[in-house]
C-alpha cells in the first residue's frame, strides 16, 4: 500500500516532465540569441525553476549520466562513438535528461555512448 501511495503522482509527473523540457528548450533558443537578460525569459526561467523545486519536494529526482558508466536501468543509449579519451560503455553526452521518482526511473536519460575506436560501423550495436 505504501508503494501504491509512493507512485500514485507517476503518470502526472511524467507529464510535467515534457512541460520541462519544452520550457528548456524554449529556454535555451532565448539564450543562444542572447536574450538571456530579457525579462520574459527572467519569468520563464522562475517558472520553471519553481516547478522542478516542487517536483523535486515530491521526489523526483534527475538521474546522472554524463561521465557515468552506462546502465540500461537508468540510461538509453542511442548510439555509440569511438573515442580513446574514455573507457567503453561511458556516456558521453546526454540529449535528453533522464528523471528518477524516490528511486525509480520514470524516465531514461537519452545518451551517447563511447565504444572503443577501431570498431566496425560509428553506430554500432548498443
Do not use: C, W
Not at 501511495?5 to 509527473?13: I, K, P, Q, V
Not at 524554449?26 to 520553471?48: C, I, N, R, S, T
Not at 558521453?92 to 536519460?109: D, M, N, S, W, Y
Amino acid at each position: 500500500m505504501q508503494q501504491s501511495r509512493d507512485f500514485a503522482n507517476e503518470s502526472m509527473m511524467k507529464s510535467l516532465l515534457t512541460v520541462l523540457d519544452d520550457m528548456e528548450r524554449a529556454m535555451a533558443q532565448a539564450a543562444d540569441a542572447d536574450h538571456e537578460a530579457d525579462p520574459f525569459y527572467q519569468g520563464m526561467k522562475l517558472v520553471h525553476d519553481n516547478l522542478f523545486t516542487t517536483l523535486q519536494t515530491y521526489g523526483l529526482s534527475e538521474i546522472e549520466a554524463a561521465g557515468q558508466p552506462f546502465d540500461p536501468q537508468q540510461h538509453a543509449a542511442l548510439m555509440q562513438q569511438p573515442t580513446a579519451d574514455v573507457e567503453p560503455m561511458t556516456v558521453l553526452e546526454v540529449l535528453q535528461r533522464g528523471f528518477a521518482l524516490k528511486g525509480r526511473t520514470i524516465r531514461p536519460a537519452q545518451v551517447i555512448v563511447s565504444k572503443a575506436p577501431g570498431g566496425e560501423g560509428d553506430d554500432a550495436d548498443v
